[in-house]
């Protein structure tokens, strides 16, 4: 089958000095009249099966720890062991990204999400039967080694499958699926046992691997980078359901001028340094997930039973720990009809703000508390300060980064830096969940505190001054930003 105007000869010869699409493309998804999304809204729905899982990987620690602690007919496990099956997830997670690398050319994204959610399948197989503290502990590292292959490939699936003016908002629908993923825990842990807990969550996984990999599609631009024009014609008619042959060829033209292009240079890790527009890039997606982590996200979820019961609140701590959950999902939500309408930029600058602002106040109060003030009169500002900070970070330093850098990356070197970054990110995020507590117990709570709130502004200062405005824009005229060149007229 021979696609019309998909032929080599038709690239610019001289594309690293101009664009290699013309300001006049007819790549525009906005000109495929009368065409439904609903097949590329459930290619996108279905994939983010697997942030589900993830998600829910995360939170089984909240019920189940507490019963390990106590006497039971599992395991008995000491506070120190329990803070290690707490953050090998996130210690799994560092390698997960780097395996993705390897996979996501191999494999192609598809497979390599599939492979991320078998992970998550025999980690809780292997947590079901566990009767050691090891098969615990690697099994929590297997886990995390499939999120990190998820936190990687996920969001690349998702824009190499989007059109251009949704991308921004598909790509914020891993939190949403991630923060559902940890309500499951929250909802159903306190009321169940350890057994039928793992059988509640196997449910999501097992659900991913019969649909996923049976009916939805490979990405268009792993297909073309392979040469397999054919399929990707395929893939792009069913995700643009309805639209002309014409539409199809036109846009998978601009794809393939765009891979070829890139795949000119190879993919490896000095590949990744050697022009502008890839260390831009490589800057720009681990500032954005370094800021995620320092905002303190991680601390803040830890310490939601204990902010709320500084309040006086007779709050049970799985109804505090729902309530958070609830929070992130409806704040998940609404990210991305917000990133559709303003753009990934400034709703990372308004999340950034709001963080700094809500973890601001948070470390007031523990700065009063401190002090020995009396601080009766304002038991409502802990939980003002946590619902305002979630919600900020629910909408856009939560879900942008890993959107954002779906965006960075050409073809070539997407799957290392995407990798490189996402390992970036669980470093940061290890060494944030292990290591806090010792922290503030030699500096205070409100010192702490105060440190999000410095890095919350250092984010909204370094996402106004460097990242650039991606809305509407295809890979191309992304990477004519990053790499300083201009549009050429041709």
Known sequence: MELNGLQSGDRHSDGATQCLVSQESPYRTTTMAGHSRSNLYLACVAANIASFSIGNCFTWTSPTLPRLLEDNDILRITDDQSAWIGSLIAFGAIFGPLLAGALVNTVGRKWAITLSVVCITVSWVMLLFARTLWLMYTARVVAGMGGGIIYTVVPMYVAETAEDEIRGALGSMLAFFLCTGFLLAYLVGPYV????????????????????????????YFLLQNGKEVEAYKSLSWLRKG????????????????VEATLQESGTLSDLFSTTGNRKGLLLSCGLVAGQQLSGINVVLFYAESIFRMTGSDLS???????????????????????KKFGMKWLLIISAIGMGVFQGLLGFYFYLLHINTDVSSLGWLPIFSLIGYITLYAIGFGPLPWAVMAEMFPTNVKAVGSALTASFCWVIGFLMTKFFVDVSVSLGQYISFWMFTFFCILMT????????????MSFDEIQDILNNRRRGNS
């Open 193 to 220: 046992s350890y057994t039928v807990l793992i059988l509640a969550s196997l449910v999501a996984p097992v659900t991913f691997l019969v649909v996923f990999p049976a009916f939805m599609p490979e990405t268009p």
């Open 243 to 258: 639209a002309s042959a014409e539409d199809v060829k036109k846009e998978l033209h601009t794809m393939k001028v765009s």
């Open 317 to 339: 701590p799985s109804l505090s720990s729902t309530i958070v959950a609830v929070i992130l999902i409806l704040s998940a939500g609404i990210a991305a009809p917000l990133v």
């Open 461 to 472: 200062f370094f996402t106004i001054f460097l990242l650039p405005d991606t809305r509407g």
